[in-house]
């Protein structure tokens, strides 16, 4: 199948445990991540967690729009890659991951790719391991993300990586889909601060699908990281509740910069003129 060039229609970029199902673990929830932030939050809400993703509460007057309609909540034979796809950002990993899930769980992967992995995702494509769709158009791209299991994020532990914040798993609690990341800094943080999925070891496939199994076995777990992702990609992610702010700064930028410079004066000749009885130094 025909493969264009370019992003997946977003999902842009950018520690724990071995190669066991115990190496998945449940930031929060079952005693991974920050102890006392999120583990004490994950069992305030034990016990409460609700049959279907619901819109959250509005918070003071704020217009809620655009929370009129919850998500899909996840199912148990789905999961989902958005984004460009290279070695670094783990397509090997997530070939493999898929083959170590197949027959049970489907893989869909949507996105580009480099040179250097096309032929391996167009082979495990023409095998049957997953569908790889290729570049899609951002609202068929994001469409597809509806229902998954989990959403995978397996990037390497690469400079740049360690500084961004990786788009694809932003859109994943957007979309009311848990999370499966590699422990990048920035994803790890928001997997722990929200509660929202599992963190993995770089380059384990065996890890990653026993991640899946895990959200897959437990409905209560999977749906319990899709609400709160959710809820969090809402209430604390969303561009509504910033952009207003972001373009009042952009718009006091310009009206820094279409101030004119104050002209330089000589602390001895405050008027800025050449003195009587000299010429002005024609030199640049």
């Known amino acids: 199948m025909g493969r264009a060039r370019g992003h997946g229609g977003g999902g842009g970029d950018e520690t724990l445990g071995a190669t066991t199902p115990a190496a998945a673990t449940a930031v929060g929830r079952t005693g991974g991540g920050t102890p006392g932030r999120t583990a004490s939050a994950a069992a305030a809400r034990r016990g409460r967690l609700p049959a279907a993703l619901p819109p959250p509460a509005p918070r003071g007057s ?51 790719a480099d ?20 570049y899609l158009p951002n609202d068929r791209a994001l469409g597809l993300l509806s229902g998954a299991l989990a959403g995978l994020s397996l990037l390497h532990d690469q400079p740049n990586y360690r500084h961004s914040r990786p788009t694809k798993v932003v859109e994943y609690m957007a979309h009311g ?24 070891p770089y380059g384990d496939p065996a890890s990653a699908a026993a991640a899946v199994r895990r959200l897959r076995a437990d409905p209560e777990l999977r749906l319990g990281t899709a ?58």
């Not at 998500?71 to 796809?85: A, F, I, K, M, T």
């Not at 040179?115 to 569908?131: M, S």
């Not at 820094?256 to 002209?263: D, K, L, N």
């Open 62 to 112: 704020e217009p809620r729009d655009r929370a009129a309609r919850a998500p899909e909540p996840p199912g148990d034979d789905r999961v989902v890659y958005l984004g460009h796809l290279s070695r670094e950002r783990g397509a090997l990993e997530l070939i493999e991951t898929a083959r170590l899930l197949g027959p049970d769980v489907h893989v869909d992967v949507i996105g580009a």
């Open 115 to 134: 040179p250097e992995v096309r032929g391996a995702l167009t082979e495990a494509d023409r095998d049957g391991v997953l569908r790889w769709h290729g």
């Open 177 to 200: 889909v848990p999370v499966i990341t590699t422990p990048t800094p920035l994803a790890t943080d928001l997997v722990e601060t929200y509660d929202c999925g599992l963190v993995v």
């Open 227 to 284: 609400t709160r992702g959710w809820e969090a990609a809402l209430s604390d992610l969303n561009w509504a509740d910033h952009a207003t702010e972001f373009v009042m700064c952009l718009e006091s930028w310009v009206k820094e910069a279409s101030v004119p410079p104050t002209p330089a004066m000589s602390s001895t000749n405050p008027s800025g003129t050449a003195p009587a009885g000299t010429r002005p130094d024609p030199r640049p």
